[in-house]
């Protein structure tokens, strides 16, 4: 799709020059700016009150030193991020994310997509995201206390519960969690809902850590039911294994799938008559192996290397759930080329612009992420009601709340979809819908 719009196409060539090298980041605001075309040739508006030109532009960049110390009593340095990107209907809200590939343009696109995302939940929720270059695998428990602690000594000057309240994502489970939670609490001495994600015995939501991929195959479900198809009976390939994939999976299966498919980084295990997920669960949740020992424990299934092979498996939906730009236009027409009739994204922007082009094109119903996996930042929303109240609700009715409010998120995509003359198309769905209400508050409140 090419942006036609001179005023849209001025200000993605400037994001680019003045982001210079810092493609995922380029790629995000392309997807957003191309889907919201339609809206300002309709609201010129925005135009002058500067909403799109201060969108792009982070409110601000937090970048700092985190050191700790190893087991061997060496020093180390890793590098810290808060990007605090727009709070315009609420605190910044967004996720830590613990991995070597981590950089400014990383957390600057999530940071981004975050706006969109939390604005789609309906709940009072501005958009953030952080994180660290720091590679917690392989690490003793040690050794992730001292970082955490490290990087929360730095964090906490920047965040609160009515300013930002960060959460988990790749790297960053209730472990972590905890272990910066408690360095907050010794520093500032207060105990509040700084953080979500937490354990369920110090102020952690019931079902939060189910949100998230739940939350992926309530919406998809919706599609699906749309389309007049179904999870039930269908084969489906989950990749990572993780947080997202490890949830979506427990859902798809409850709602009648097989899954066939899992994977990490390294490669996947396939297991055709339906993956073992306690198995799964223990391998990765209790013992932090990697996906291949699977295969030690299931003589049927078998393990193959390079985890972008995954979309080879013959499946009927397809739910990546593992990193950014891990699905690219190879898989996609692998999994054309199998029959594939859907795909959910339960990871942040995993699907690479060609890939989504080629999979609408080809009649597969597609689900972006913004909106897919929006039930992890809800329910963390939830978390943070839960601390204001100092109450608890039961695990059936933070699930029942959150599948609520999934069901109203697919219904303002579709909505907006069909509203700006593309019906069907969740994507710009999406964009427009989580734009909107943030561009009124801005709006509203002055944008300068
Ligand atoms: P986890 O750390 O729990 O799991 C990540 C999984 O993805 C692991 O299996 C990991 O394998 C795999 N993975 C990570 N990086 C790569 C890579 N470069 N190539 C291939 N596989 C990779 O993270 P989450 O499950 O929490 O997050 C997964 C995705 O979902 C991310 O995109 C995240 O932003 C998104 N997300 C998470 C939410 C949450 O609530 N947790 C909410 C919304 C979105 P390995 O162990 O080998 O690294």
């Known amino acids: 799709m090419a ?14 020059e003045r982001n210079p090298g810092e493609s995922e980041f380029h790629q995000a605001v392309e997807e ?40 061997s009593g060496t020093v180390r340095v890793n590098r810290g991020y808060r990007i605090q990107f727009n709070n315009a209907i609420g605190p910044y809200k967004g996720g830590l994310r613990f991995h070597p590939s981590v950089n400014e343009s990383i957390i600057k696109f999530l940071g981004f997509e975050q706006i969109f995302k939390n604005s789609l939940t309906g709940l009072p929720l501005g958009g953030a995201k952080g994180g660290s270059d720091f590679d917690p695998k392989g690490k003793s428990d040690g050794e992730i206390m001292r970082f955490c602690q490290s990087f ?20 960053v489970g209730a472990r972590e969690i905890g272990y910066m939670f408690g360095q907050y609490k010794r ?49 489906v390939v989950i990749s990572g294994s993780g947080n997202v994939a490890i949830y979506a999976a427990q859902k798809a ?25 306690e198995l799964v669960k223990n391998i990765k949740e209790i013992r932090r192996e990697r996906i291949s020992e699977y295969t030690s424990e299931r003589d049927e299934a078998t393990y193959r290397v390079g985890s972008k092979n995954i979309w080879t498996v013959p499946c009927d939906i397809a739910l990546p759930c593992a990193t950014q730009n891990e699905l690219d236009l190879g898989g996609a027409r692998a999994l054309v ?34 909106a897919a996996n929006a039930g992890g930042v809800a329910t ?58 943030v561009a009124e508050a801005m709006r509203s409140q002055g944008a300068v």
């Not at 929360?152 to 790297?171: F, H, N």
């Not at 939350?215 to 039911?225: A, I, Q, S």
Request: with cysteine; glycine share 10%; net charge negative.
């Open 3 to 16: 942006i036609t719009n001179e005023y849209i196409k001025n200000l993605l060539c400037e994001v680019k």
């Open 32 to 71: 957003v700016l191309e889907c919201l075309e339609p809206v300002i040739e309709k609201h010129p508006e925005y135009i002058n009150a500067g909403v799109l030109a201060n969108l792009v532009e982070p409110d601000r960049i937090i970048k700092f030193r985190v050191p700790w110390v190893d087991d």
């Open 152 to 171: 929360m000594t730095e964090l906490c000057k920047y965040i609160g519960a009515d300013v930002d309240v960060p959460a988990g994502d790749i790297g």
């Open 187 to 235: 520093i500032r001495g207060e105990f509040t809902g700084v953080l979500t994600g937490k354990g369920i015995t110090y102020g952690g939501s019931l079902a939060r850590k189910e949100a998230t991929g739940f939350g992926l195959c309530y919406f998809t479900d919706e599609m699906l039911h749309e389309a007049g198809k179904t999870f039930d009976g269908a084969r």
């Open 253 to 277: 299966i409850e709602l009648g799938a097989t899954v066939v498919a899992m994977s990490d980084s390294d490669g996947y295990a396939y297991d055709e008559n339906g993956i073992d997920l």
């Open 337 to 370: 080329g199998n029959g594939c009739f859907a795909v959910a994204e339960g990871a942040n922007m995993p699907t690479t612009p060609d890939a989504i082009a080629y999979l609408m094109a080809n009649g597969v119903l597609f689900a972006p992420a913004k």
């Open 380 to 437: 963390s929303g939830l978390e943070m009601a839960q601390n204001s109240m100092r109450y608890s609700w039961s695990f059936d009715e933070v699930d029942s709340k959150l599948h609520e409010i999934v069901k109203n998120i697919y219904k303002s995509c579709s909505d907006a979809a069909r509203v700006y003359g593309k019906e069907g198309d969740l994507v710009m769905g999406a964009n427009i819908a989580g734009f909107l209400k």
